[in-house]
């Protein structure tokens, strides 16, 4: 591949000078060669082309030729070479439009102090308008759930178990090996702790009390987040963007019905026994690991777990698992249901999505943690 | 260099030429003993019943698809023994209209007809955005849409985006699935013109998948025919239309086919 370049030669005698193009006048070899020849043109009066030694010549090439002949650029410059006449005749007009329009372009920049305070007000009336969404989106579930709840002919039985294995079910082994892991190092750090004032065996105390209350419900929700949050809005978004939901509305099938509340319900209830699972595996991962480090066995620790740590802590962690569940419904689907028809969207909304819940399952978390601060039975 | 895209140097193999090409997808057999030669400047149109493997077909001269037997020659190459850096060079020498656009939802439309640009050529931010805006003028876009997201295009706009895109490096080969489908008849009709302009102008070899028996009769130089697993005739409309083989027959013959053929003599006269 030859790089574009000319000769310029001024025959004597004659008034027209004489340009001679060689290399390759395509989008590949061009370069600057335009540029250079239409300053090396700036004062000519007359101009002939010479186009034997091109090696290659292209729309492009057309172009930065228009560009650079300027006036001079007409077609009868090459009625010696038709095929590159032809090439250039298709460029000749579209030349002036495309400079009109990049000058257009670089009228239309806006002040960039109003661009900013612009996609300020822009943002937030996005946001207002989201919160009002989200709200909206609220009540049709939560007439949906009372429906269904009175009229139970409603629930579409098939999705609701479809869910329940693959959304709920599906995350038991991922759940309790994480809550294994975490029981069994909390155990560790407590012991390598308690150790030093000679109190060690209140690591179970501390092992019953952390993962009963916090870690085996956060845990367990975290992960269901990551798991089951992403594939809601991109189960309901692809939907959405292949026109299925729209087709379900025509054909009278409430979406809310048929794929939000089977969801919802799903979650509700597995949720919690999974949970219940994992934090057995943490009570487990933290029994392991006293056993190993102080000896005590498992007669001991079950024993020092029924009467030191108080039946509270269970309950404050159980009592939490629904409200992730239903935090971690309403954003999946609904920004499922936001998805509209370009596959970035998609994406972007997954993200979201994913982030969203498990931002509000620690808001959640820390709610109800302030709620029962003191509480006691 | 002669391999350099251009309209003055005309080296002799003809575009494409597919030899004994056969696909195979398990016992599925599409293609089988499959030949087609296309000479350089023609624009031909590739018909065939749904199932006979037209995209297939085009996706194994893309290089998408290795056949499992046969070969596939693009200006006297054989695709199938390209090595990587081949194989790019080869790709600047083509363009393809994808038959839903294929553009790139995350990039506007003038990032979009620039990307081959980007990836093959040396040029100037400012001078790159003039060529873009250039073939969209070309592709017969308005000029204020180069900034739109493809997800805020008509059909139209899109495939003209697309066929921007796929004129941007001047390729000598144009490949096109389905560029009328979903368009409005006035649509399609200008976007026939529009093909039948550049391939004239700029002596494109256009190899062109479609069902829209208005584009063969309006643009295609010849029609290539699959049915039976291979390239069952390949010649003009008006000499098809005088075939014995029964789908040729019923394609060209049928209530449509009649229709354009009377509009095509039309133009004709």
């Known amino acids: ?377 | 260099m002669t391999e350099a895209p251009s309209p003055v140097s005309t080296p002799a193999a003809p575009p494409i030429v597919i030899e004994g090409l056969r696909n195979q997808f398990g016992s599925n057999i599409v293609h089988d003993n499959l030949e087609l030669t296309v000479e350089r400047g023609k624009v031909i149109g590739v018909v065939g019943g749904s199932g006979t493997g037209k995209t297939v077909l085009l996706n194994s001269i893309l290089g998408l698809q290795k056949p499992s037997k046969g070969a596939i020659h693009l200006f006297g190459k054989d695709i199938t023994r390209l090595n990587e850096k081949q194989l790019r060079l080869m790709q600047s020498r083509f363009g393809v209209l994808f038959q839903s656009g294929a553009l790139f939802s995350a990039l506007s439309v003038i990032e979009n007809v620039c990307v081959p640009l980007t990836e093959y050529a040396r040029l100037k931010p400012a001078q790159m955005r003039e060529i873009g805006l250039m073939k969209m003028a070309l592709a017969g876009l308005p000029l204020d849409a180069a900034d739109k997201r493809p997800s805020e295009l008509s059909g139209g706009m899109i495939k003209r985006t697309a066929l921007a895109r796929a004129l941007v490096l001047d390729p000598e080969l144009l490949f096109l699935d389905e560029p009328t489908a979903g368009l409005d008849p006035i649509g399609a009709a200008a976007f026939d013109a529009l093909i039948r302009e550049l391939s004239d102008s700029l002596n494109l070899t256009v190899f062109m998948i479609t069902h829209d028996l208005d584009s063969l009769y309006a643009i295609c130089d010849e029609v290539a025919v699959l049915a039976d697993k291979r390239v069952v005739a390949q010649a003009p409309p008006s000499v098809l239309e005088q075939s014995d083989h029964p789908w040729i027959h019923e394609y060209f013959n049928g209530p449509r086919g009649r229709s354009s053929q009377s509009r095509g003599t039309g133009d004709a006269s």
């Open chain 1, 1 to 377: 591949m030859s790089k574009a370049d000319f000769k310029i030669e001024t025959p004597p005698g004659g008034e027209a000078r004489v340009v001679s193009l060689t290399g390759d006048w395509t989008a590949i070899g061009l370069r600057d060669a335009g540029e250079r020849l239409k300053s090396a043109l700036k004062s000519a009066q007359e101009i002939r082309i010479e186009t034997q030694s091109l090696t290659g010549f292209d729309t492009a090439g057309a172009y930065a030729l228009r560009a650079a002949l300027g006036e001079h650029g007409d077609d009868a410059l090459f009625a010696d070479d038709p095929r590159i006449g032809a090439v250039y005749a298709l460029i000749r007009d579209i030349q002036p439009k495309v400079v009109e329009a990049q000058k257009a372009t670089a009228q239309q920049k806006p002040n960039p102090i109003i661009a900013r305070l612009a996609r300020l007000g822009r943002r937030t009336e996005e946001g207002l308008k989201d919160l009002g969404d989200l709200n909206i989106f609220i009540g049709h579930l939560v007439v949906t759930a009372f429906l269904s709840i009175i009229t139970p002919g409603r629930i579409r039985w098939t999705p609701l178990v479809a869910q329940m294995q693959q959304a709920g079910f599906g995350s038991l082994m991922v759940v309790c090996v994480t809550n294994f892991f975490v029981g069994a190092v909390i155990a560790f750090l407590g012991i390598l702790q308690l150790q030093q004032f000679g109190a060690a065996v209140f690591a179970v105390e501390l092992i019953g009390i952390s993962v009963l209350r916090e870690f085996g419900p956060v845990i367990a929700a975290v992960l269901i987040a990551g798991r089951s949050a992403s594939s809601f809005t991109a189960e309901i978004g692809a939907m959405k963007m292949n026109q299925e939901i729209s087709a379900m509305r025509v054909m009278g099938i409430n979406p809310f019905d048929a794929l939000i509340f089977p969801r919802l319900a799903a979650l509700i209830l597995t949720m919690p026994l999974v949970t219940f699972a994992g934090s057995m595996a943490g009570l487990f991962g933290g029994f392991v690991v006293v056993w190993a480090q102080l000896g005590y066995g498992p007669h001991f620790f079950s024993i020092r777990m029924t009467e030191y740590v108080p039946f509270v802590n269970f309950f404050v962690g159980m009592i939490k698992v629904p409200l992730f569940a239903i935090a971690i419904t309403i954003i999946g689907c609904r920004l499922g249901m936001n998805v509209t028809e370009d596959v970035i969207s998609l994406g972007r909304q997954v993200t979201r999505a994913v982030v969203q819940a498990i931002f509000t399952i620690i808001l959640i978390d820390a709610i109800v943690a302030m709620m029962f601060n003191g509480f006691d039975f």
